[in-house]
Each structure stands twice: as C-alpha cells, then as structure tokens.
C-alpha cells in the first residue's frame, strides 16, 4: 500500500475526497438500489475503476468495500437460489460474511437456475449515496 495520509474516521480506499464514502463504493450502493447485485459485478466494478494501492486485487477491493458497507448497515448480502427476488434469497449474517466471501464460487456468476451470491442497497444505503452526492 502506498503511504498518504489518512483522517481519522476516512477509509483507506476513499478516492473521491468525501470522508465516509469512495465513488467505487458510492458506484457499488447505486448498482444495489437499482437492483440485486452479484459479488462477480462488484469485482469487474473494481476492476474497472482500478485502484492506486499497490498489491489489492479486483476482488479484494470490492470484498473491503462491501464488508464495510455490510457493516455500516448500508448494504445486505444474500444467497439466492435462481433469479434474486424475496422469496428465492437468504439474508447473509454479518458474522457469516468472511466465509461466504472466503469462497471463490461467491465471485462466480450461477448458472441459470443455480445459487448466488447477491447484495443488495437497504434504505439507509440509499439515503446515505443520497447524501454523499448531494441528491435532493
């Protein structure tokens, strides 16, 4: 990782100057308010905003990034059986999250009718990109 200073409270991986939320992370809860969005999705995100820190994968980047937004209740992952809709997905536990996203098979797109991983933006998500983009 290259050294730069960081304020306290600001995520390491912030890019866009706004102290609570980077603009991949700001992409990544727009992505979950307009619909389920799969881990695969988040990872090709990453990989096309890049990132400056020496080292950090695509997939690496996107896990940090919706492990923070998990934990700051702003996003809910799922495993979804088929096409995502609320009767074919399970809420995934922030304490389950590591090891779903230890799996290489989460970063996978499911075959047509097979188990994903999913995330979703909740309302606070969603007030929150609001605020940080100073939507009205």
Same mark, same amino acid.
């Given at each position: 990782?290259?050294?730069?200073?960081?304020?306290?409270?600001?995520?390491?991986?912030?890019?866009?100057?706004?102290?609570?939320?980077?603009?991949?992370?700001?992409?990544?809860?727009?992505?979950? =308010?307009?619909?389920?969005? /799969?881990?695969?999705?988040? &990872?090709?995100?990453? *990989?096309?905003?890049?990132?400056? %820190?020496?080292? +950090?994968?695509?997939?690496?980047?996107?896990?940090?990034?919706?492990?923070?937004?998990?934990?700051?209740?702003?996003?809910? =992952?799922?495993?979804?059986? /088929?096409?995502?809709?609320? &009767?074919?997905?399970? *809420?995934?536990?922030?304490?389950? %999250?590591?090891? +779903?996203?230890?799996?290489?098979?989460?970063?996978?797109?499911?075959?047509?009718?097979?188990?994903?991983?999913?995330?979703?933006?909740?309302?606070?998500?969603?007030?929150?990109?609001?605020?940080?983009?100073?939507?009205?």
């Amino acid at each position: 990782m290259s050294p730069r200073n960081v304020k306290a409270g600001q995520h390491p991986l912030n890019d866009c100057g706004n102290e609570s939320l980077s603009s991949f992370e700001l992409q990544l809860l727009w992505d979950g =308010v307009e619909d389920f969005t /799969g881990l695969w999705q988040a &990872e090709a995100l990453a *990989r096309k905003y890049g990132s400056d %820190l020496q080292g +950090v994968t695509p997939r690496n980047r996107a896990r940090r990034s919706l492990e923070r937004l998990a934990e700051d209740g702003l996003i809910v =992952v799922y495993v979804c059986r /088929g096409v995502p809709t609320d &009767e074919t997905c399970d *809420r995934v536990g922030l304490e389950e %999250l590591p090891k +779903v996203f230890d799996m290489g098979i989460s970063w996978i797109a499911p075959e047509e009718g097979g188990i994903g991983i999913w995330y979703d933006t909740n309302d606070d998500g969603f007030d929150a990109y609001r605020k940080a983009t100073d939507w009205q």
